[in-house]
């Protein structure tokens, strides 16, 4: 239960990310094209932060420490390019406009994603 809410959670802030950052859309045919490549996207991103990002913490853990944090923001643009990337090659209708705009789409994903976790939170997290 708490993986589907936490699913529906990303998909939310993503499309939310949509309407705010230029330069990432989510081009559906109808309105449930547009709610299963949002799903699907926010799949895809999830397992490539789950999978990705703590590998990518270990050993860079210097760029982390040497820039007080900062080099965190390149890395979620970078993992949120990489999952336009895979969602292209899957052929799903999900475009990212380089990095400026997956730098601050990964923001607004993190900020709408930390709101919507106070506002409904995880079952798992109660334990």
């Known amino acids: 239960m708490g993986f589907l809410i936490r699913l529906a959670v990303t998909a939310v802030a993503l499309w939310i990310t949509t309407l705010i950052v ?18 699907v996207v926010a799949l895809i991103f999830g397992l490539v932060n789950a999978v ?29 390019l990489l999952t336009n990337w895979i969602a292209g090659a899957i052929d799903l209708p999900f475009d990212v ?4 705009a997956a730098f601050w789409g990964a923001i607004v994903m993190a900020v709408v994603t930390w709101v919507i976790s106070v506002v409904v939170p995880d079952p ?3 334990r």
């Open 22 to 39: 230029p330069g990432v859309e989510v081009t559906g045919r109808s309105r449930y094209d547009t709610v299963f490549t949002l799903l």
């Open 52 to 80: 990705l990002k703590p590998v990518i913490k270990v050993v860079g853990c210097v760029f982390y420490l040497l820039t007080l944090g900062l080099f965190a923001l390149v890395v979620n643009a970078l993992l949120f």
């Open 97 to 100: 406009d380089g990095f400026w």
């Open 124 to 126: 798992a997290d109660r």
